[in-house]
């Protein structure tokens, strides 16, 4: 099986998140920390797509904006921080994580240091592999 670019992988992490989360199938549904970890490949194959799927990207870019606007000097690390700190701490759906794991991991890809590398490195894996 070959997903040829970005925008296939983040059809098919969406697809897995959207009916995998509530199950109901051969298959049980996703746990919390699958659904973590899908989430934020998902939100760095939204990053690297474009097109139809930057509708992702530019939401995600308004409310970071809006943050911005509302607290100035807050850096993407902290909005990162933050964020990550929520996700942990606070009693989350399935569903909720993955909506927030897609927030998180392309506010902190944005903030550069290790979660950057990882996601400019499937970037460049789903561009290389087209």
């Known amino acids: ?11 098919v992490l969406t697809a897995l998140l959207v009916f995998g989360i509530p199950g109901g199938g051969k298959l049980r549904p996703l746990g919390w920390w699958p659904t973590l970890i ?6 760095s194959a939204y990053k690297a ?3 139809p799927f930057a509708v992702v990207p530019n939401f995600v870019s308004s409310l970071i904006g809006t943050t911005r606007s509302v607290l100035p000097g807050v850096t993407m690390s902290a909005i990162a921080l933050a ?3 929520f996700i942990l701490f606070k009693k989350l ?12 991991w392309y506010v902190a ?4 240091g290790p979660f950057g ?3 400019d490195s ?3 894996l789903g561009s290389s592999v087209s």
């Open 122 to 124: 499937i970037a460049h």
């Open 109 to 112: 890809a944005g903030a550069g």
């Open 83 to 85: 964020l990550a700190t």
């Open 117 to 119: 590398y990882v996601a």
């Open 38 to 43: 899908l989430a934020m490949l998902a939100g």
């Open 1 to 11: 099986m070959n997903l040829g670019n970005p925008m296939s992988l983040a059809l």
């Open 93 to 104: 759906t399935t569903k909720q994580v993955g909506y927030l794991g897609i927030i998180f």
């Open 49 to 51: 797509a474009g097109g």
